[in-house]
């Protein structure tokens, strides 16, 4: 199983922090956001790693081979960062992943090393990993859910009222899954170019056509999504306790 890092995005809600640094790279409780991940990661037993880069890509390049010398890390850069969004990157790791299973992380969410160990040791193939204790708001990937724990629906513009949680932006993909994932990511975005689309909708289209996920339910786990400021300060008293 591999893991693909989101870090493309500049980050510009959470300017002037980024002005100089890319997001993934933030320090929240004295660490930065990706060595937080890449270490979580690895203490699951995750060793083969796909870094998407867009803004700032030397730097993080840098500072992951200064931290992580020996890790095995695939970089691929989307050179069109700033006129796409996160599907248009995704679908860029499609040969990179090849035939494997994939766990895909969004670069800017903090999160401790349980999140991690629950979805890697959960039986099935595809999941999401859904934190049912929160406020929902258009801001948020929100999820529905089955009595079986099967995800119905997905989306920033599913209606909070049909919402069981948010979807917090890290999910597993088996192989023989991944591989109809980026076609619906070609078809839906690439060739329409749809560049500036998220990749979230992609997955209820993927349960519309039969390939079902189930939520791993991470609810009173530590995570945060860093958009804002707020959010910003949030994780860092989150992780300070």
């Given at each position: 199983m591999k893991a693909i890092i989101l870090t493309a995005g500049v980050g510009s809600r959470i300017r002037p922090l980024t002005d100089n640094t890319p997001k993934c790279?933030?320090?929240?409780?004295?660490?930065?956001?990706?060595?937080?991940?890449?270490?979580?990661l690895k203490s699951s037993g995750i060793t083969q790693f796909i870094v998407i880069t867009g803004y700032m890509a030397e730097t993080v390049?840098?500072?992951?081979?200064?931290?992580?010398?020996?890790?095995?890390?695939?970089?691929?850069?989307?050179?069109?960062?700033?006129?796409?969004n996160t599907g248009y990157s995704l679908f860029l790791t499609r040969d990179a992943v090849g035939d494997d299973s994939f766990i895909k992380l969004d670069g800017d969410v903090v999160f401790e090393p349980a999140v991690i160990e629950k979805l890697v040791k959960d039986s099935h193939e595809n999941c999401l990993t859904i934190d049912r204790n929160i406020q929902l708001d258009k801001e948020e990937v929100k999820a529905q859910i089955g009595e079986g724990g099967e995800v119905l629906k997905v989306g920033k513009t599913l209606d909070a009222r049909m919402a069981h949680g948010e979807s917090i932006g890290i999910e597993k993909v088996g192989k023989d899954t991944g591989k109809v994932f980026y076609e619906i990511l070609e078809r839906d975005i690439v060739e329409k170019q749809k560049w500036q689309e998220y990749y979230d909708d992609s997955y209820t289209t993927l349960v519309a056509e039969g390939h079902p996920f189930y939520a791993v339910d991470i609810s009173g786990l530590k995570w945060v999504e860093i958009d804002t400021h707020e959010d910003y300060d949030r994780a860092n008293d989150m992780f300070e306790a």
């Open positions: 790279l933030l320090e929240v409780a004295g660490q930065p956001i990706l060595k937080r991940m890449i270490d979580n390049k840098t500072y992951i081979a200064d931290n992580y010398p020996a890790l095995e890390v695939t970089y691929i850069h989307n050179d069109r960062y700033e006129e796409t």
